[in-house]
């Protein structure tokens, strides 16, 4: 399993081109199970999840063609709707093919994802939003087994609203299944996260009939087919942050290209707040792809801050900007109402000397004047990305362990900080 070593306090100057969404980029694959027509994906970033998704699209029948950063997906036998426990269990995402595979094929065996990392993570809602289209939902050997009675599901009006608030792979499913139902569907309560809307627009150039995507209200009107499409996915926002409290965290001073702007106006405000500037460079015909240069203040400010569903503070940024507060004048008060267990760089956070003081879903933040290096771990994907950052301001030398973790989410995230003055490198168990 491979580590990262940084050699922490340099500056971070330079340029860094945000890539193509991971979170967008699995569900939009996911949708190419809607259609026997080819649809071409541009802009998928190289991460071990899309490579798992890629697996169990294989398993489902789809065809990869042209170039893995631009692939072309085609559906060449519909014979095979069971998505197995084996890629499942590899990641949670691999729940978005149950509403296009049901939508498509009529029926669709899906193995239920299991609790992970950051929670217990049930997918409840996604099941009662298929039920409402006329699903019959069974559960046997720890697989979802659902058919659509007569081959076609049903347009409905659906809640689809949880204790946690709206449900972003869920409102994917639900959506994505509606577009092929008999009838309009209303989705109440749906996540208005921007990997939503991107996910409309495919389905719309692919011939769906939707209305509000990226408001709670979803109305989908079914239509018989789907065409194929080309798409180019929208640049990933929760990257482009972590990027921004990169260059904040060592003081540095950053240029993001390709950056969406339109879509962090939560994570630029609170950064701001804390004394990080975030210029747009130039003018900006489309705010999804902005250049902007990122530094920050020499002394932080504390703030407070708490996680909600977009366009709120992303729950994803949560453990990065923990880092970063870590090293303010004064406490901040973090409050994590997506995943209410997401915490598990606290304990690394504190070896690193960071004050930290949780409660229930609260994490009190006594800023410091300096991180100290030290050999953490963590087994979220987030979670890492706030360590390596803290790596990157402590002093002397931070190990991250098991940065496979990362590797899920964060295209050659070593080489790319590297390029801007990071000193981190790759380090393999054999060498380690
Ligand atoms: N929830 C339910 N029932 C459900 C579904 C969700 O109670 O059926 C709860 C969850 O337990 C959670 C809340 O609702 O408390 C929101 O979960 P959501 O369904 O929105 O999460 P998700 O769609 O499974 C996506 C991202 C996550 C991101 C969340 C929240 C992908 C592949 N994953 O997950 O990304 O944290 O939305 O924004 O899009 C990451 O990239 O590191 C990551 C975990």
Known sequence: MDSFVIEGGRRLDGTIRINGSKNAALPLMAAALLTDQPVTLRGVPDLADIGN????????????????GAPRLKVTDEGESHARYDIVRTMRASICVLGPMLARRGEARVSMPGGCAIGDRPVDLHLRGLRALGAQIDLDGGDIIARAPGGRLRGDTIFLGGAFGSTVLGTANVMSAATLAEGTTVIESAACEPEVVDLARLLTAMGAKIEGAGSPRITVHGVHRLGGADHAVIPDRIEAATYMCAAAITNGSLVLEDCPLDCLLAVTDRLEAVGV???????????????????????????????????????????????LLCLAEGNSVITEKIFPERFLHVAELSRMGARLFRQGNTVVVSGVRALKGAPVMASDLRASAGLVLAGLAAQGTTTVNRVYHLDRGYEKMEERLAAVGARIERVSDREG
């Open 53 to 68: 998704m890629r697996r169990l699209l294989a398993e489902l029948g789809v065809e990869f063609s042209g170039d893995p």
């Open 277 to 323: 500037r975030v210029e747009l460079l130039g003018p900006c015909p489309d705010m999804l792809r902005c250049r902007c240069r990122v530094t920050a203040e020499r002394v932080l400010r504390p703030i407070e801050v708490t996680t909600q569903p977009h366009p709120g503070f992303p729950t994803d940024v949560q453990a990065q900007l923990m880092a």
